[in-house]
Nanobody, 123 residues
Framework: QVQLVESGGGPVRAGASLRLSCELSGRASMYYAMAWFRRAPGEEREFLSAINWNGDTTRNADSVKDRFTISRDNAKNMLYLQMNSLKPEESAVYYC????????????????WGQGTLVTVSS
């Protein structure tokens, strides 16, 4: 069983930077592809960034590709999302997700999810 625990969310001002972390545990979990999603109130879950198991391939949503960077440290079983120039409309609960196999970008492709961490961006 794979478990994911996000951290690093909180209140920030527009234009600020924030780094989210996701601790991954479980058997062979370092070989899982991972991703970040977010869900704003009343909205669907939105894909942000994905990374393959060894970190040499990433995929980003157009809305964040110039501002958000996904990375992972398999030695520490950690996934990160560096977020720069945050906007008020990006206030949401941010989730990390994991799946065995190849990188994916659709929420339905992921088997394991964290509980989420809340990011609130004020203007």
């Amino acid at each position: 069983q794979v478990q994911l625990v996000e951290s690093g969310g909180g209140p920030v001002r527009a234009g600020a930077s924030l780094r989210l972390s996701c601790e991954l545990s479980g058997r062979a979990s370092m070989y899982y592809a991972m991703a970040w999603f977010r869900r704003a109130p009343g909205e669907e879950r939105e894909f942000l960034s994905a990374i393959n198991w060894n970190g040499d391939t990433t995929r980003n949503a157009d809305s964040v590709k110039d501002r958000f960077t996904i990375s992972r440290d398999n030695a520490k079983n950690m996934l990160y999302l560096q977020m720069n120039s945050l906007k008020p409309e990006e206030s949401a609960v941010y989730y990390c997700a994991a799946r065995p196999g190849n990188l994916a970008t659709s929420a339905g492709s992921f088997d394991y999810w964290g509980q989420g961490t809340l990011v609130t961006v004020s203007s």
